[in-house]
């Protein structure tokens, strides 16, 4: 009697025919319970959804806990693990060379607020097309929990010592220097951070995205403003983000009530719907967008969301009026003008 081996199950597939798995990394090697790994979860997951070719893209990031997540997802992209609060300059160098690459920067608290602050806020004013994603936990994780400069004022060590600096907000900040997209979310709020990471995603310019991301070992203690009871406690959502692909059937008037949201139209042509915004609150303000994260600072609360978006404004790229081919696969003739260009260019100046 011959026997016969039922086919495997067909494994799911996103618009590009890659499965789930190949967008994963190596094992994590954090902490159980870090908010880094749920954030690592996130990307793997949007990125496969969205159908982000991962061979395109290029991950970046400087040192840290936060700084060695990269190794834990998209396996088949590009990486680069660059020096302590250096990363944004490797992205821009990275980025000019090719920009076909879709960007994303990993970073932590005290690689972008601390040492890094002269590199990330020459990133923002430059609007480089980049995700740019702190991991933030308020403390330098990976050399056992002193505090960054995005820890609050009053917020205690383990120990009980009370940090007595007030803490630089990162999104007020991107918004003041000219980033086009700046939001902030929490790592264990997973629907939240989905739709913002994809929003992101389909930006054309820097994303900001500021995760709280707490660290289970240093600084998840009573007394830290930045442990998850804390961020639970005093969360308060600005608005309910949604997000419509561009390659979804979904019709926005058809899902949402007309006259409850706002819709914010991405460059590939997906659209961000914010939902329940706060009386009048206007995406498109810059200063309304700084002043309401002041606002709720003072208050002592977490303030969540989507805060400041514009679609408008010409990417670092485009600003240099760059080729359209990527430098990187320029033939050396393109690159190198010949012997005769440089004779015409004395020539002139005699
Ligand atoms: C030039 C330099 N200075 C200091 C250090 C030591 N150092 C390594 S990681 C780190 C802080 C990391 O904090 P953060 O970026 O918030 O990442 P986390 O570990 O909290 O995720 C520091 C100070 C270093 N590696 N290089
Ligand atoms: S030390 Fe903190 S930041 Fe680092 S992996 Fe552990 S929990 Fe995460
Ligand atoms: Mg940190």
Redesign the pocket.
Known sequence: MSTVTAPPPPQKVNRIGLEASEYRGLKTTLCAGCG?NSISERIVECFYEMGVDPTQVIKVS??????KSPAYFLNLSHGFNA???RMPSVATGALLANHGLLALGV??????AS?GIGQFVHLMRRNLPIIYLI?D?G?????KGQF?ATADLGSKLKSGTPNDLPPIDTCALAIQLGATFVARSFSGDKKQLQTIIKAAIAHNGTSMIDVISP?VTFNDHKGSTKSYAYVREHRNELNEVDFVPFFSEIHIEEEFEPGTTREVKLHDGSTLVLKKLEDHYDPSDDILAIRTLHEHAKRGEVLTGVFYANTEKENFLELLNMVDEPLATLPDSRICPPETALQEVMQELR
Do not use: K
Request: charged fraction near 10%.
């Open positions: 880094h400087g040192i840290g806990c936060s700084s020096v302590h609060g970073t932590g608290d005290g690689d972008t040492i991991e936990n403390c330098y994780g990976l050399t960054s660290c």
